[in-house]
């Protein structure tokens, strides 16, 4: 069965530090992966997906398939970048986006 | 038009109620989603219609019944619910799987939020 897993619940960075989210997955087929985001009072969007390996808002995700990761990346944190961060990952030709269980990302000045 | 909406945007209703949420989109999508979010938690997946049929259906208890009358409205008919079924409720779309250009991108309402009294 497929499962996404986000390790940390809560991640808080200083302004200007280096950030990375950890995302983990456990698929048999060829999984699709994204990264999804809630910024406070606004609707769940998606920030990027990995098959388009676009840089958005100054954040990265490469899929190491090896180790079955998603990780996302930003090497200068900015205060508008809190928020709550939710890897995903979808099968069934995109019919199916199972969540993993989120991490909420704080940057203090 | 490139949004979802969702009304209404907070219910209360009793155990003996029968209410229906509704969701509605123009962008030509022809996959409409549910999905249940309680606090702290990330969106569950209850529903999926495809071509305006259900095809996914998350072993949801029958109080809950989806429906889609045409490829821009869903909605979701609640009766008998219980007060651990309060939860923010969302819809949800997507191009649909046969769409040329799928990038399987979910665009989300801003979700109903659900009280069971």
């Known amino acids: 069965a497929q499962r996404v897993t986000q390790p940390e619940k809560l991640l808080s960075v200083f302004k200007g530090a280096p950030v990375e989210l950890k995302c983990n997955y456990s698929y048999s087929g060829s999984p699709e992966l994204f990264w999804y985001v809630q910024y406070s009072r606004q609707r769940l969007q998606l920030l990027l997906r990995?098959?388009s390996r676009e840089s958005i808002k100054g954040f990265t995700a490469d899929l190491n398939k090896g180790e079955t990761s998603f990780h996302l990346k930003k090497p200068f944190a900015q205060e508008e970048d809190s928020a709550m961060y939710y890897c995903a990952l979808s099968f069934l030709a995109g019919n199916m986006l199972t969540f993993g269980g989120g991490t909420r990302l704080m940057v203090k000045p | 038009d490139t949004e979802v909406t969702q009304t209404p945007k907070h219910l209360v209703m009793g155990m003996t109620n029968k209410k229906s949420l509704k969701c509605e989109q123009h962008?030509?999508?022809?996959?409409m989603y549910w999905y249940k979010q309680k606090a702290k938690k990330p969106p569950e997946l209850m529903f999926v219609?495809?071509?305006?049929?259900?095809?996914i259906n998350e072993s949801v208890p029958s109080r809950f019944s989806p429906e889609c009358p045409n490829s821009s409205l869903l909605n979701l008919h609640l009766h008998a619910l219980q007060p651990e079924d309060s939860a923010l409720y969302l819809c949800?779309?997507?191009?649909?799987?046969?769409?040329?250009?799928?990038?399987?991108?979910?665009?989300f309402g801003e979700g109903s939020r659900l009280t069971v009294l």
């Open positions: 949800a779309s997507s191009q649909g799987r046969l769409a040329v250009r799928n990038t399987g991108e979910l665009f």
């Open positions: 962008m030509g999508h022809r996959a």
């Open positions: 219609y495809s071509y305006e049929k259900l095809s």
């Open positions: 990995h098959i």
